[in-house]
């Protein structure tokens, strides 16, 4: 089995073309009948597809505060899923440590500034033990398991994970702790603003995480475009054997993708645990960075960014506006069916590699 | 010296396919299931078949299970622990609706229920493959657990949003229920796991599991021989949502006797599960069993083990050193043995044939 460029096929109408025609056909015809009355309100249908847009038109700052809201939760799962695109691509391990590591990192900052370490000097020293984490992982458990099947190096993952977990709550107690944004210089308070008849709240806190989000994926664009262990990093995701014939270390660039994808979880620690607070909880919260994996597909940092955007904003509207109708919670799954829902008709996701298999 | 095929001749097909060709393990397997059957029960010891015993047999259902369809079929899924819930709530409607019916004929009759959800659920294996489709199987996992907290009908509307496991008599003895010795559930358990056991062994080793394995090998390269896809898959899914339906229906009814879908059947759970499988042996029967009892026990003995060596640990401390024992577990078996325990017990029986002279 091998990947392939495939030639982009011309243009014409496949099953899944007739598909979405049919959904926007019968979105049409449900609008028109809508607009002429024929389904009233309190009809059913009118519940389920006309009602929310309704509601949307008359609160446009609801909508604007929703659409906020799932853009920032958004980002936030772009960051995890960034660091698991990262490590898929450089060595193929599905990483599920992923959202523990971001656990462990806001855990570890908030225990050196426990322990009277100042603010920044603990965020270095939080740096060097993702560093340390990056080498132990490499040598325990990726170099002993190269060239095993895909599903044990899942597992060796799971193993990564629990061990965070019990050396986690071993060393700072399994209690939830308060992340030190303010001498983090992080930005407290809201920005409310009147907006078509009613006001809009954005936490500065939300906006300062969007803006450390952007500012570190062109970091990290950058990285990967222009310097030398970037395109290192390139090749090794193309192809391990070519990558190793031109002279790359394998182990070394695994290390290095490792403590890259620290970084990104020790971001995300801090951005999430300001806007809560540091808890093992966030590892369950982790797994909703998994539809965004699979909308945005395995390999692609931009599908890992539009995927957390599309399943932030999907999630909220969701939860918002259809929610009530069967008895709300409806977080913990939309998500996923709005993944699956894309993957019918890519099942590489949105900006995965076109698979082309073979004998 | 006493494990040795010499002198053992097949005179008919039928005995060269059989599941136990050699006289000795036909011999063992006897002596095995006389122990379970009747030297367990007459140790009168209530710790050793409530926390032991009982746990072990309910995960190597569900195990066996999740191997049919990950192990044999190659179809990763992090659902079991929903499909389990499926099982659980089923039986309970079903004899909650009809108590006159016997208890055993649900509980088989409830894994058709769950095989049939897992059906629903399978159906996106034909289009997505591999970690995409373990992650939409999380979609059934969250899905379905909402559903058994949301929907109050599932558990009879009980104040305590859980299932309260009424009592049911075999033959005149309680089996279910406050008043059910252990020892009957246990040897009712007991009898389930055997007969399911020997049913899986023989598809396995029949037409379905020959054309499972050929699609776990290279999808492409079995359809192209003349296996369907689309049948195949889905009777994978099917009979491995059967296998944990009926051992979650065993879990709440034989084991728990009541409790909360929450708690029982989570994600934990099918992670839990997975673990079994895969420190078992993928494709393997007999290793379900061992990573069943391997991981189930595991809590167990390091709890009790640990201060009966002299190492006293609090509560809390115990918990978090499970954990980390378990994560560092995994990471050594795996590195190890990729195969699982199955593949060391091959090996300890090949040795065993030469023993003791070895060439």
Request: hydrophobic share 55%; charged share 10%.
């Amino acid at each position: 089995m091998s990947a392939i460029e495939a030639p982009e096929p011309p243009l014409r109408l496949t099953p899944t073309g007739w598909t979405l025609l049919g959904l926007a056909g019968a979105a049409i015809l449900l609008l028109l009948a809508s607009l002429t009355g024929v389904i009233g309100k309190g009809n059913p249908l009118d519940t389920v597809f006309i009602d929310p847009f309704r509601q949307m038109k008359d609160a446009p700052d609801l909508l604007v505060q929703t659409v906020w809201e799932g853009l920032v939760s958004g980002v936030l799962y772009a960051l995890i899923a960034l660091g698991f695109v990262l490590i898929f691509k450089a060595s193929g391990v599905f990483n599920f440590a992923q959202g523990i590591m971001v656990v462990f990192a806001g855990l570890t900052l908030v225990g050196f500034y426990e322990m009277g370490v100042p603010a920044f000097l603990a965020l270095i020293l939080t740096l060097g033990v993702m560093f340390l984490l990056a080498v132990s992982v490499e040598r325990v458990v990726l170099r002993p398991l190269v060239n095993q099947p895909d599903i044990i190096l899942f597992m060796a993952t799971f193993g990564i994970t629990y061990v965070l977990i019990g050396l986690g709550e071993l060393v700072f107690g399994g209690n939830p702790k308060q992340m030190i944004a303010d001498q983090l210089m992080l930005p407290k308070g809201s920005i409310e603003f009147p907006f078509a008849g009613g006001f809009v709240a954005l936490q500065k806190i939300d906006i300062a995480a969007a803006l450390i989000a952007a500012l570190m994926i062109a970091a990290l664009a950058f990285f990967f475009q222009k310097t030398r262990i970037g395109r290192a990093l390139r090749a090794v995701a193309d192809s391990h054997k070519a990558a190793l014939s031109v002279g790359i270390s394998l182990n070394q660039i695994w290390v290095i993708v490792w403590f890259t994808a620290g970084i990104v979880a020790l971001v995300t620690g801090i951005m999430w645990g300001a806007r809560s607070d540091v808890s093992f909880a966030l590892q369950i919260i982790a797994l909703k960075a998994l539809p965004v994996l699979i909308l945005g597909g395995f390999t692609s940092v931009p599908g890992a960014i539009v995927g957390g955007l599309i399943i932030g904003i999907g999630e909220k509207l969701g939860e918002f506006y259809w929610g009530p109708l069967v008895g709300g919670g409806i977080e913990s799954w939309l998500a996923y069916f709005i993944a699956l829902a894309f993957l019918l008709f890519r099942p590489q996701g949105l900006f995965g590699e076109k698979l082309i298999e073979r004998i | 010296m006493f494990y040795r095929e010499a002198g053992q001749f097949k005179t008919s097909y039928a005995a060269d396919m059989a599941v136990f060709p050699i006289r000795q393990d036909r011999i063992g397997i006897a002596i095995i299931l006389a122990l379970a059957y009747l030297g367990i029960p007459a140790l009168q010891n209530e710790f050793l078949l409530t926390s032991v015993m009982i746990p072990m047999l309910v995960f190597s259902l569900a195990a066996i299970g999740l191997n049919l369809l990950t192990g044999y079929t190659g179809l990763l899924s992090l659902g079991t622990g929903a499909f389990m819930g499926v099982g659980a709530y089923a039986c309970y409607k079903l004899t909650t609706l009809f108590p006159g019916v016997n208890i055993i004929v649900w509980i088989v009759a409830s894994g058709f229920v769950s095989a049939f959800v897992g059906v629903l659920f399978g159906l996106p294996s034909l289009r997505i493959k591999g970690f995409y489709l373990a992650v939409a199987t999380l979609a059934a996992q969250f899905f379905l657990q909402w559903c058994f907290v949301r929907i109050p009908w599932l558990y009879n509307y009980n104040a305590s949003g859980a299932i309260e496991v009424p009592q049911r008599t075999l033959f005149g003895l309680p089996v279910t229920g406050a008043n059910a010795t252990p020892e009957t559930r246990y040897l009712v358990l007991l009898t389930l796991v055997v007969v399911l056991t020997w049913f899986a062994s023989n598809i396995v080793h029949g037409r379905v599991g020959r054309a499972w394995m050929a699609v776990r090998d290279m999808d492409i390269a079995a359809e192209l021989m003349g296996i369907r896809l689309l049948p195949t898959k889905l009777l994978a899914f099917a009979v491995s949502s059967f296998y944990c339906g009926v051992a979650g229906a065993a879990m709440m009814f034989l084991w728990y006797g009541g409790g909360e879908a929450n708690d029982a059947f989570n994600i934990n759970q099918s992670f839990t599960i997975l673990f079994m499988v895969i420190i078992g042996g993928l494709g393997s029967l007999i290793g379900s069993f061992f990573g069943a009892a391997f991981i189930s026990m595991l809590p167990t003995i390091l709890k009790f083990g640990l201060p009966a060596i002299g190492i006293p640990l609090s509560g809390a401390t115990a918990e978090h050193l499970t954990f980390l024992t378990v994560g560092v577990l995994i990471i050594f078996f795996l590195i190890v043995e990729p195969h699982g325990l199955a593949r060391l017990w091959q090996i300890a029986k090949q040795k065993l044939r030469l023993w003791p002279f070895p060439y």
